[in-house]
DNA sequence: GGGGCGCGTGACGGTTATGTGACGATGGTT
DNA sequence: AACCATCGTCACATAACCGTCACGCGCCCC
């Protein structure tokens, strides 16, 4: 139940040890944890249940991390997870080369735990701010991120879970437009093949779950561009 | 729609590999992309479907980088599009000649596609401040690119997508008279066949709206020539 | 002063974007 | 197996918006 809500981490890495050390301060964090001691297995666990965040060793036997990295990246089910490089090495070049291929941030070697956590927390909080378990508010609209709740005005709202993700992405910035594309990219995950116009049938959808109890609705449509909260 | 609302980005480079890694990066990261092979094809690209912002390699084949920036910046289409050289030596002299050039900014290799990304959305926020969600102010104005609000001495106005692309353009540069034509260009796109009058009547409309809660016209008409705000 | 030209504007028909109810498909649960 | 919730698509209605026209006014130049 609450299992689910949990973030994702997948850890990369060769060592056995490594592993289970870093599955273990992660999961004493709060977080759900995949492991994968090599490339490949690590490609397949991610495409099989996709992580929100992954933690990937530079060295990696067979295929090499950078190489997975842009694997990860090249696919719908993994791309919007944030990938942090764990190098050994402290070369300004690798650095580069990492981030290049689409890393979101690099931590190196020996570094602490804390800091490790500390690390993947603000990226997740950047790329999921409600499956980090934030709580947004917009109005007199709250989002709990980490119990899967909505409530208006004090009153509970039963939503979808594609209506509660609609709602998380707009509330993450209020008040800005989203395109409809870009409510796709967030909410559905990219390259899915969904018509643009299911946007606007769940945006229906959730204007009246969030009116179900009276009040205004809070949703406003910008003729020509899409849809803000706020 | 909001396809014409992203910003275009050309890049130009020899490698067609290094053409597929920016180009995914840049599309990932928002914006439309185009490519070019060599500084002939970015000039027949460029005068075809204007970008926004050019992101020119300093080795071309044939025609080299700094001899097309020249000619961008000589034409009336590309003009105000922003160029940024990319080169692989790190010379001062290279700098120094490729902003004389007309060059806006300048990047050398080897560079991160973070970097990147953010050097092109730096330009773009001069050159497209409406596009890149930047606020605008021009007298009692304010035009939001993000929240897509427009309001005047505090109280919000409602435009229509087309009066608000006018406001927008307007406003990027007050005090600058557009013609009709220039302004055709700029809100309805190229290649769209409209009467020109059609400015006059949006204007118009425009000034009915911004006028809707009193104050004083603030679109300047130049007879002759066409109009300005501020 | 008169004519020409450029501009402002109200009206109007056509087009497009959005709201919404209905429907079948799907997958999980009892 | 039947039920339930949810999803994506479609079709239709409607309201907002657009582009054009026509008329009238004021400015400018002769």
New binding site residues.
Partial sequence: MSDTDKPLVLVVDDEAAQRALLSYNLQAAGFRVLTAGDGEEALLVAVESPPDVILLDWMLPRVSGIEVCRQLKARAETRQAAVIMVSARSEEGDRVRGLETGADDYIVKPYSVNELVARVRANLRRVRPVAAGQVLKAGDITLDGERHKVSRDGQDL???????RLLGALMERPGKVWT?EALLDRV?GRD????T??V??????L??ALCAHGGADPIR???????AIG
Same sequence: chains 1, 2.
């Fill in positions: 039963h939503l979808g879970p594609t209506e509660f409809r559905w899915i093949h969904v018509d116009r299911t606007d049938v769940h945006i229906g959808r204007r009246k449509t910008v003729r020509g561009a899409g849809y």
